[in-house]
């Protein structure tokens, strides 16, 4: 398995029974829960809080052996990988390294313009964020304090969303009062969106009502305006141009370089397209699943979300097993859970069929739900301490610029 | 003031009701809780456990501004600081910038052997050793293996014996079954020291007990040898040549390079050798505290701690309360309350006057004033959580590396 996200992890504890030799690798060491990765990126998480160490995941699952390593070729004829200076050969292959942002053909903007996908992302976020607030108090000048006073965040799906509505409660209630000079609630937090409503993957009502708890909280959200230009200091919106010295990107998918190398079909944002089963066209033993993958279910194409990288690894393990026991394969059904996005305090949306909610006990369902899906008892429990503490005192518990 | 350690905090809390402005300038937002940064560095604690906002623990003083910049000038006769793109004058200067390693005229050492130091240093520190155990797993050649399975601390002050310790429960306890290819008991860890024993500057009979402790948890100490090479890949004592891919620094002193801009006389560290009310000589509105500060009381040096540098903040606080009052001021008088040490799992000493202890009882102690000295209920509650779920788990909570 290479890729120790939701898909590759998923795959390799659906064959924990079964008799054969798992190599699990991954270049980073440890299990990310993404979904609380703009949490850490907003001071309000420690980074250990939401990961977990693979292989202390897998300790007790004595057929797989973890890895830290880059995937440097893939030999599909040979059934060979290159793993530094070690060839692996393998029976089965599951590829599950994911997707991240996609800059529209502006790669010159990665320098200005902070994505938010591994932990490293989050702490160099946190640290511009924390740093921006601190450059405003030292700053003399009033236009280049407002300019360190203004963030914009580039799209908004889910990301976009929960990065501004949870700045916007940084500006206007955890710093208010810790600045002498400056006054962090004059901050302006704009989230660009270049379609027509945020969360456009939600149901237009519950879009509708994410804008309203987003206005409500002090954020700014201009839709229908895409982003034309990205500077160390400004954005521009065609004619208009905003000074900033934050921007956080969290639009377009790109999916991760592996794809390419399987010698497949990719769709524009470069995802793999798979077969029913999920193996590549004319290679039955090679698997891809998560975000790196793309296919559609009845009709519908599967979303890049945790959800459907869990059912798609634990397919794919099902379908090694089918292969060994000699039995037929299936065709990969998605089973539709919706999805959660929170906007801040007391504000969240639920889109689940036959569920829909939002506001207070929309965020208090997407609360349980994160806690419960976290990885490891000692994670929950640091997580539900910071979460109390965070409620009750609106202070934020990683508020440490680490970097210099 | 200038540096947010303990010298400087306790000295701008001293001020709280005084009638000054105060002006707290440090590089970085946070103050640190340094006596703990050795956990961190052995991922057993989260790195914002171990801090506080500058601002976020003034916050309620009104009368200080905190302002997160360097300090590039220091025009002594003219009374002013150049920070950044501002002048500030000044009537009165505390300057607690602190002190680092030194590396014995070596520097080319630095970029081979890791400090600790600062938050950053403790994240490398951690991905280092992280990344030590995971190359052995992945590594096929035997020597190399072993190579990365060696550590090497140089230094047997109380940071070299705390992360000693920490490495030896590491490898022995909370990785042993995590690793399929190698084995982490097999580890080395080394503690080297020029002098003759460790930790130099507790009771001779403390640093025996220390000593057995280390062997007890499978620390190697190698006392009255002096490193007279570091590489990438080796340290060498003399003319024995020790291969190891991980190299920590804990030895030496060097004070902050802003003592040199003071025109002051110099110790052999660079530590500023002020009068008996911490003033320079001749310019008596400037102070010097903490660990940049040479002075002796009674006959001794008073040593590089946070207690003393607490006292001597609150000291220079003191005269400027009496300067403004018109009273004389006192001379300096340090409070021994002798130190601590933790070697490991149920394992410290204990070096007070009166009070002399080591193994459990002096580890429920170690424990017990660490807690109690931390600043934040929240930091402690969490530090308590981690402590206690590591002590029964034998687990670090931290396992994570950031860096790529």
């Known amino acids: 398995m290479v890729g120790g996200g939701f898909g590759g992890l998923w795959a390799v504890r659906a064959l924990r029974s079964a008799p054969v030799d798992l190599t699990l690798i991954d270049r980073s060491n440890h299990h990310l829960f993404q979904p609380l990765l703009y949490q850490v990126a907003t001071a309000g998480l420690a980074a250990p809080s939401i990961a977990a160490p693979l292989r202390h995941i897998l300790r007790r699952q004595s057929n797989v052996t973890v890895l830290m390593r880059n995937v440097e070729t893939i030999d599909l004829a040979a059934h060979r990988l290159q793993v530094g200076d070690e060839t692996l050969e393998y029976d089965f292959l599951v590829v599950a390294t994911g997707a991240t942002h996609a800059y529209f053909g502006h790669d010159e903007w990665i320098s200005h313009a902070a994505g938010l996908k591994t932990l490293d992302d989050a702490l160099t976020i946190r640290a511009r964020i924390l740093t921006a607030f601190e450059r405003a108090e030292a700053e003399v000048d009033p236009r280049r304090r407002d300019a360190w006073l203004t963030f ?30 400056s006054d962090p609630r004059l901050a302006r937090v704009l989230l660009i969106e270049a379609g027509s409503r945020v969360l456009s993957n939600f149901a237009p009502d519950l879009s509708a009502k994410a804008a309203v708890q987003l206005s409500r909280l002090g954020v700014t959200v201009r839709t229908g305006r895409a982003v034309t230009a990205v500077g160390s200091d400004f954005v521009e919106l065609g004619d208009e141009r905003i000074a900033t010295q934050t921007i956080l990107w969290a639009a377009g998918v790109a999916a991760s370089p592996l794809g390419r190398r399987l010698a497949a079909p990719l769709d524009k944002s470069g995802r793999v397209i798979v077969q029913p089963d999920l193996s590549l066209p004319a290679r039955p033993e090679v698997f891809v699943v998560g975000d790196l993958a793309a296919i559609a ?19 794919a393990a099902k379908c090694i097993l089918a292969d060994i026991a000699a039995r037929p394969r299936n065709a990969f059904r998605y089973r539709d859970y919706g999805a959660l996005a929170t906007i801040g305090r007391r504000a969240a949306v639920v889109d689940m069929p036959g569920l829909k909610l939002s506001g207070t006990l929309a965020w208090c369902f997407w609360l ?16 539900l301490l910071d979460w109390a503490w965070a409620y009750f005192t609106y202070d934020r518990s990683a508020r440490i610029i680490v970097r210099s």
Chains 1, 2 share one sequence.
Not at 155 to 180: M, S, Y
Not at 299 to 315: N, S
Not at 368 to 383: D, E, K, P, Q, S
């Open 152 to 181: 914009a965040i580039i799209g908004a799906g889910p990301t976009g969303v929960e990065l501004a509505g949870t700045l916007a409660e940084i500006a206007r209630h955890t710093l208010a009062r810790e600045f002498r000079r």
């Open 297 to 315: 279910c009845e009709g519908r194409p599967v979303p890049g979300i945790a959800t459907a990288a869990k059912q798609m690894g634990t397919f």
């Open 368 to 383: 349980a739900a994160h806690i419960y899906f976290l990885i490891g008892f000692r994670n929950r429990l640091a997580v």
